[in-house]
């Protein structure tokens, strides 16, 4: 099947720059596909022909060697390393696969395929890029000088279902008690804070806690790329935009946060602060929007608020700490810190309240 294979690679290739004046489509290709082997005298079955249309479908349109892992639902990342090999983390654990490229040049074709549709470039002058595609995967990629041993691409998936409270408990991310006892929260309006490190599951977390919000409450999400997934008919999504090819365009999350501020949201969901827009989510969590969802990086609870009075402090406005150690204090109330454990699982390892009256920050751990 491979020398099969090969023969209408040759054939095939030929036969779509001719049709398209150098620019292949993809809806040719079954068609030539059939005339190919029909012509080559290759007796193939419908089983075959559809097998072979969606492998070249892949290696000319689409993301080649690695889209059988993107069709796989349990496995959440792909992680191409150079010519070094590809990566996976299937079902909480990362995983080698056979797959290799042949050079970098194919892993930049496969780069640029992805990012070109979204607005984006990439080269040597900007050697970094982060999008989002349509079925909502972040795609992270960097190449040399960069990247020292070739080209890198990363892409998260999501699922397209709405991930709800019952999820975490069926994930074990968390027991029923503590899942309903942040459900009540939620819905008692009571500001959170998740907090985690990389790839601990926050966002998905965020997801499942937002889910809990009434379907009569308006719900304004602020996200770098749109991941969450919320049912509710009233929701609101932002994205941030980083600047054009001309440096120009940007915006960030700060700016979004202030839109919000102006769209009479009854909650602000924001995917994540890393910065200065850490002191305008804890002054619309201070000014009236009380239940509103955030994430953080941070290693426990009782950090996350250290960090978080760090990134407030990057907002510029030169307050004095105590007046931002009063914001905090008074806008988030709960903080539920994630780990991932070595077997690959997400967590909830912290579910904390925090007293107002702390000094400069007190917590009370919650064992529901």
Known sequence: MTGVRERLERALLLRLRDA??????????????????????????????????????????GLGAIAPLLRDDRVSEVMVNGTRGVWIERDGQVEATPIRFRDADEILVLIERLVAPLGRRIDVAQPLVDARLADGSRVHAVIPPIALQGPVLTIRRFSARPFDPDDLVRTGTASSAAVAWLVEAVRSRRSILVSGGTSSGKTTTLNALAYAIGDHERIVTIEDAAELRLPQPNVVGLETRPPSVEGLGAVDTRSLLRNALRMRPDRIVVGEVRGGEALDMLQAMNTGHRGSLTTAHASSAYRALLRLETMAMMAGLDLPLAAIQEQIRRGIEIVVHQERGADGRRRIVEIAEVDPEGDPYAIRAIAP
């Open 20 to 61: 398209s004046d150098g620019q292949p489509r993809a809806d040719q290709l079954g068609t030539l596909l059939r005339d190919i082997a029909a012509s080559e005298r290759i007796v193939l079955s419908t089983a075959e022909l559809r097998a072979l249309e969606r492998y070249f479908d892949d290696r000319f349109f």
